[in-house]
């Protein structure tokens, strides 16, 4: 018992800055009160003493705002950080040295009882603010799991899933995906690998057509330049009425609306 209060005490000191004691993390830390309180919990649940269990939850949850069933397993040095508002389910499983922010829901879509209906989160995997990851599949070992992000598939193992519904960006994918992007001018992930994978993909192909009415404006600039050099054709035979020869394509209002 006080071999893993140690462990979550380093872990949290490790993984936050704000943390300046072991004795700040010992009193100040909901996220490792919950935990504590799960364990006491769980420990009934598993011996039988399924109403025990149920009230040390409830116990926890008005201590700490964090409610997690007592049926949920939970590895080692688990860092639920802030943590208001988390909701852990009955079959959700966790692994060991994940990290999970306030608001995270790891819930259940089905009614079957007995079933398994809640995520099993590999380990090393980090849940983001407000994420809700719904249904009984597994988050592969070291995913990322962006915040307020849907997530109701499989993640595989080192993958990042954001957006609602949730998108899976897998790392090798996105690095061929980068280079192919960089040939042709533009970064789709330029910004942050975390961000919005469709908001990126929008912001490039705005930037894409940018260049192109640039480029357009100029041949009509030159084509208007060699008309006029033309005695038999007055100075704009050559270029239509309704040609651009400035610019008139917003690229930064477009992208102040994707972001």
């Known amino acids: 018992m006080f071999s893993r209060l140690r462990e979550d005490i380093a872990c949290i000191l490790e993984r936050d800055p704000a943390a300046r004691s072991s004795w700040e993390v010992l009193t100040c830390y909901p996220g490792l009160h919950a935990l504590v309180w799960h364990r006491a919990a769980h420990a009934c649940w598993r011996r039988g003493w399924l109403w025990l269990g149920r009230f040390l939850s409830h116990l926890g949850r008005m201590l700490t705002g964090i409610e997690i069933h007592p049926g949920a397993t939970i590895g080692r040095r688990v860092f639920i950080d802030h943590g208001m508002g988390v909701v852990i389910g009955e079959t959700a499983e966790i692994g060991d040295d994940c990290t999970i922010y306030q608001g995270v829901t790891l819930g259940g879509t089905s009614l079957t009882k007995g079933a398994k209906r809640h995520p099993t989160l ?82 490039g192909l705005i930037d894409n057509a940018a260049a192109h009415e ?46």
């Open 122 to 203: 590999g380990r090393g995997v980090i849940v983001g603010a407000n994420a809700q990851v719904l249904g009984g599949f597994t988050v592969g070992d070291g995913a990322r799991i962006g915040s307020g992000a849907v997530v109701v598939k499989p993640v595989p193992a080192g993958a990042t899933a954001v957006g609602n519904p949730a998108r899976i960006i897998e790392a090798d994918v996105d690095a061929r995906r980068e280079a192919a992007a960089a040939k042709m001018g533009f970064s789709a992930y330029g910004v942050t690998q975390g961000d919005d994978p469709i908001a990126q993909a929008m912001k």
């Open 214 to 259: 640039h480029q357009i404006a100029l041949l009509w600039q030159a084509i208007e330049k060699l008309g006029s050099r033309t005695r038999e054709l007055p100075a704009d035979a050559c270029v239509p009425q309704d040609a651009h020869t400035t610019e008139t394509f917003d690229a930064e209002r477009l992208n102040r609306l994707v972001k």
